[in-house]
């Protein structure tokens, strides 16, 4: 795995932040990940991230939408799912030309923005949250791992906000590695962080098939207004991976051309007083109907 040498060198250290002990670098060694990009509404993605520097990622004249499970069943903090809802976007006051991010990630800053980051246990929102800003809080969870499909849904107050299904690709011989860059509003800030993650996928470009449902918990009213397309553009499933979280990361201020009358974006207030448990909330509540075996 490509990784800084920072992450080399601090190898076997230990740190202690915010009452969470980390023995770095900060890894996983045990993991399954799914993924599905979806197209959506461009202006409509827009209005979702915080104005100035942020912007999505342009395919033609849609932005995407990016779902993404991982189950960590082997961390620093324990086990848990997290299931993250994302826009592609890119770094700069204006949006990028269209195609070229893609390519050139770091160049054009590409990333995504998490607009939700709902995980299994309260340590991991402890950290995700109150050290890197992720918008991470305790959800109910699961993933299913069928003959045909893979499955995760998300329910929060005993209600379904969304379900990811996807069609198990055929063939797994691509070997990825590669770093991931998160962008993630917390205190008024900015919070740019990112991931390294080495595995072997499986990937659907032809045909790929998924579907990402929406139940009717008030947190799917600003997808909703994204018209998310049905059609995948892929689906990717990494069945067995390795990763480092960096333990650098940047922030800036979260500014716009009006005078805030209060706090837009949580701060420490919803982290400082979280314990560090890593016991799970009872799963979701399935579709006793969905047959992940079938085609």
Not at 141 to 156: A, C, M, N, P, T
Request: charged residues 20%; proline residues 6%.
């Amino acid at each position: 795995m490509t990784i800084p040498t920072r992450q080399k060198v601090i190898s076997g250290r230990h740190a202690f932040v915010d009452g969470i002990r980390y023995e770095m670098p900060i890894r996983t060694s045990d993991a399954s990940a799914i993924m599905a990009a979806f197209p959506c509404d461009f202006e409509s993605a827009r209005t979702l991230l915080p104005e100035g520097f942020i912007q999505p990622y342009r395919l033609w004249n849609r932005a995407i939408l990016l779902v993404t499970v991982i189950d960590y069943r082997e961390t620093s903090i324990g086990s848990y799912i997290e299931y993250s809802i994302a826009i592609a976007c890119t770094y700069g006051l204006k949006p990028r030309m269209r195609l070229l991010p893609a390519l050139f990630m770091k160049l054009f800053g590409t990333g995504q923005y998490v607009l939700d980051l709902p995980v299994s246990t309260e340590v991991s929102v402890k950290g995700g949250q109150g050290i890197w800003g992720m918008p991470k809080h305790q959800a109910n969870l699961d993933f299913i791992v069928g003959k045909k499909w893979i499955s995760s849904q998300y329910d929060l107050d005993g209600q379904m906000v969304g379900r990811l299904d996807i069609k198990r690709p055929t063939r797994y011989g691509l070997a990825l590695n590669m770093a991931a860059t998160n962008y993630c509003a917390f205190r008024g800030m900015m919070m740019r962080s990112r991931i390294y993650f080495k595995s072997k996928v499986g990937v659907s470009l032809i045909n790929p098939q998924a579907r990402f449902v929406l139940g009717s918990h008030p947190r799917t009213d600003a997808l909703s207004s994204l018209n998310i397309a049905g059609q995948p553009l892929f689906v990717v499933h990494m069945p067995q991976l390795t990763g480092v979280l960096d333990d650098y990361f940047d922030c800036w201020f979260v500014s716009s051309t009006r005078r805030p009358s209060e706090a837009e974006i949580p701060g420490l207030e919803t982290t400082y007083s979280l314990g560090y448990s890593e016991d799970w909330l009872q799963p979701p509540k399935r579709d006793l109907h969905l047959d992940l075996d079938e085609d």
